[in-house]
């Protein structure tokens, strides 16, 4: 497939680019040093986390900090730290594949992703050469252990206006306030604490569990990830160095907002390894249960939700490893020996903010979604804690809520295009003009070729269809779009679906072109989600003209949504039977990347 020569491709692009013209990373394509660590990742989960799901689960803390020290020991904690304070410097692929794996237990795996992510990072990312050489090597092996303490009781989704303060006496920082929900609060020795110093300029400072002033609350009694510490935070005139501030003094908004950036992307591929693991035990299940003297999977109903659930794990991974891609890409380029390497790298990251907001949003509901029909698959039995569906069904309801709600991250995905566009960093625009030219002549069936021509002339319908719609909100609404919420998150929504869409789309054409031994249900895995998925795009372009226009304005509206709307479907049901079938066979999600 032929692409054009990009520098460094930007973010949001994928909307305004026909398909195939931007390279894409797919998981077919890892490295073998990437899948060994994978499996190195596997051995552990397997070996040591799992058997012990239930102790962990009963938040016995001394086996987390056991086993995230036995992580340590065989370099899981150290993936994203540099070389030069005794980290593996890897990229951000063998990350994700770890991620993956930790994600099979869903406790562990938030303690693991608070410690090396967003505990860990904002050193990485903002630390000075001291505070990296004194704390990098030794969160890389457990010896300390790290959290992350943005929110307060009154400050959530607008976590700029914290209410923590920090005053300079002197020398020393004294800090004041209550952080809530902090994850690992029950034994980090190290939290990214954010504070207004004189309760104005938003900034990040270091504080240690045994600095004067410190103490944490009792642990949260939550709905799921029950073997995860959450506590408060409290700080009662906390006294620490001043060398303690990290990054710029008012520039607490960088550390915050760039480290949840990468926590997204994350996320949503934590997702994805959790529903793995959930359609595992759903196809066990109701391949042993009988009703009506027949196996529970051998009804089409139930092979519905089987092929669902399968297909959205391999739409997830391809956004993820696409998205991955780019950001990996962008991070080559900067080496951490360059001047401002940290603040290039964060850019770099920040330029994919739109795809790590899908990956969090789309992962997070998919896995919600797919936990949901295991708890129908496995009927009353479902409903008790004896079995498996119980579980994931409480524990990964949290997703949809930390890392930024997926409101505020539906806001963010239109949000940051919109301003982009504004900016002239993305030639919206001159797309829309564009498409409001081909609605006299719309691409045709014909102008895509190889084998899933038929699904890439659907994506590139789509694309115009969220153009016009989206294009009619800009005229309209003007600068008030932004407050119009709800048309906000039509247009992510269908900003979404394009992205899942073209991602699997591709990929499945790459395995299809070499000859992978999974062509075959990658293609139907494909053509499901597309039939579906362009039907929810152009319901959602109709509804948002409807919302924002009426009469002949909306007449006209439609009639343009109408000149995109040449895709017929294809039968679902035929798809959904043939990829149970496989699944059955298979006795898990066939489709393994390491
Ligand atoms: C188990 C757990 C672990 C956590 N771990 C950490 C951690 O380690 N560190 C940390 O700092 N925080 C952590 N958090 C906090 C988490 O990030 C916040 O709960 C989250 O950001 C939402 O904030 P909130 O709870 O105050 O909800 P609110 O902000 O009050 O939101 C409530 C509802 O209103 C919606 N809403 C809010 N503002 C808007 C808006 N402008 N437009 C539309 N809708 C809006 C939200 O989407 C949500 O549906 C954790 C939370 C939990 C439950």
Redesign the pocket.
Known sequence: MATVAVERIKGGSFLLTPIGQLPQFTPEELSEDSKEFARAAREFIEGEVLPKDAQIDTLDLPLTIQLLKKAGEIGLLSIEIPEAYEGLELDKKSGLLVLEEMSKQASFS?SFG?HTG?GTLPIVYFGTEAQKKHYLPKLATAELLA?????EAG?????MAAKTTAVLDGDMWVLNGT??????AGFADVFCTFAKIDGQHFSCFIIEKTDPGVSTGAE?H?LG?KG?S?RTLILENCRIPKDRLLGELGKGHKIAFGILNIGRFKLGAGCIGGAKRVIEYTLKYTGERQQFNKPLHSFGLIQQKLADMATKIFVGEAMNWRTIGYIDDALAEISWSDADASAEKMKAIDEYSIEASIAKVWGSEALFWIADEAVQCFGGYGYSAEYPAEKIYRDCR?NR????????NR?IIAGTLLKRAMKGDLPLMQFGQQVAKEISNPPKAAAFTGPVARLKHGVELSKRQCMLASGLAVQVLGQKLVDN?EVMARMSNMMMEIYAMESAIVRAERMLESGHRWAEIARDFTELYVNEAWHRVHGDARMLCADITDGEGLRHALAGIKAFAEFHPTSCARLRGRIASQLIQKGGYPIELA
């Open positions: 938030v608070a967003i959290a992350y303490a943005l929110t400050s959530g989704s607008d976590a952080k809530m929900w902090i994850t690992n949260e939550k990830i995860s959450t949290i809520i930390f890392e930024g709600t997926n409101e505020i806001l919420q």
